[in-house]
């Protein structure tokens, strides 16, 4: 069996939101949404900070859909739109998609972005990866783990992207991979450990 995740070192992540970018434009995301978002770990805003001048720590945690090994996503849609593929990722059907937003409350991570009206691009028309398809009003979206690309034997546009080599994408099944060796010789964690979930993205330090 093959099951794609990635794991990310936040002792490398410096916040400058190239992947969130990266991804953006490769997925051909509108305006005023992201797939991929670099939250500042004990604070509500962008870039902000824990504690109190002068002594202040800063700690980024880069953020999008977990694919799931147990989806909370995937119980509760009535469609099935939101479907595991046969690599391990949780994906969406967006002709199946009715926009009843239930996926997007089920998910513990809030990962997933609802398009409420009539997707603006800034330039005007479609860019980034040629087979990502066009999503509409009135369906969800998320981060798919860049499949059309990793379908075409290349990694997801946040990996190749990140200056600061933080990210690492792969099988999670086969011991030889960059990723299993990771998570084998790391402490990794998941986010929401407990929740049942059974992220297939780790973090470390």
Same mark, same amino acid.
């Given at each position: 069996? !093959?099951?794609?995740?990635? +794991?990310i070192?936040?002792?490398?992540?410096?916040g400058?939101? !190239?992947?969130? =970018?990266a991804?953006?434009?490769s =997925?051909?995301?509108?305006m005023?949404?992201?797939?991929n978002?670099?939250?500042?770990?004990g604070?509500?805003?962008?870039?902000?900070v %824990?504690?109190?001048?002068?002594n #202040?720590?800063?700690?980024?945690?880069p953020?999008a859909?977990?694919?799931?090994? =147990?989806?909370?996503?995937?119980?509760v849609?009535?469609?099935?739109a939101?479907?595991?593929?046969?690599?391990?990722?949780v994906?969406?059907?967006?002709d199946?998609?009715?926009?009843c937003?239930?996926c997007? +409350?089920?998910? /513990?991570? =809030?990962?997933? #972005?609802?398009n409420w009206?009539? /997707?603006?691009h800034?330039p005007?028309? %479609?860019?980034g990866?040629?087979?990502? /398809?066009?999503r509409l009003k009135?369906?969800?979206?998320?981060?798919?783990?860049?499949?059309?690309?990793?379908?075409?034997?290349?990694?997801?546009?946040?990996v190749v992207?990140?200056?600061?080599? +933080?990210?690492?994408?792969?099988?999670l099944?086969?011991?030889?991979s960059?990723?299993?060796?990771?998570?084998a010789? %790391?402490?990794? !964690?998941?986010l929401?450990?407990?929740?049942g979930?059974?992220p %297939?993205?780790?973090?470390?330090?």
């Amino acid at each position: 069996m !093959t099951k794609l995740g990635m +794991a990310i070192n936040l002792s490398r992540c410096v916040g400058c939101q !190239t992947c969130a =970018n990266a991804c953006k434009m490769s =997925n051909n995301v509108p305006m005023g949404m992201l797939w991929n978002r670099v939250l500042t770990e004990g604070s509500d805003v962008l870039d902000g900070v %824990q504690g109190a001048y002068p002594n #202040v720590t800063r700690k980024w945690v880069p953020l999008a859909c977990q694919h799931c090994e =147990n989806p909370a996503c995937q119980k509760v849609c009535p469609t099935g739109a939101t479907y595991k593929d046969e690599k391990g990722r949780v994906e969406i059907d967006y002709d199946k998609c009715i926009g009843c937003r239930f996926c997007m +409350a089920a998910c /513990p991570y =809030n990962a997933r #972005v609802f398009n409420w009206s009539e /997707p603006d691009h800034d330039p005007d028309f %479609q860019t980034g990866y040629s087979k990502v /398809p066009v999503r509409l009003k009135g369906v969800m979206e998320k981060c798919s783990l860049c499949k059309e690309r990793c379908d075409d034997g290349e990694e997801p546009m946040c990996v190749v992207c990140c200056p600061a080599s +933080a990210r690492v994408y792969g099988d999670l099944d086969d011991p030889d991979s960059e990723i299993s060796k990771i998570v084998a010789k %790391q402490d990794v !964690t998941v986010l929401l450990e407990g929740k049942g979930t059974r992220p %297939q993205v780790k973090y470390w330090e």
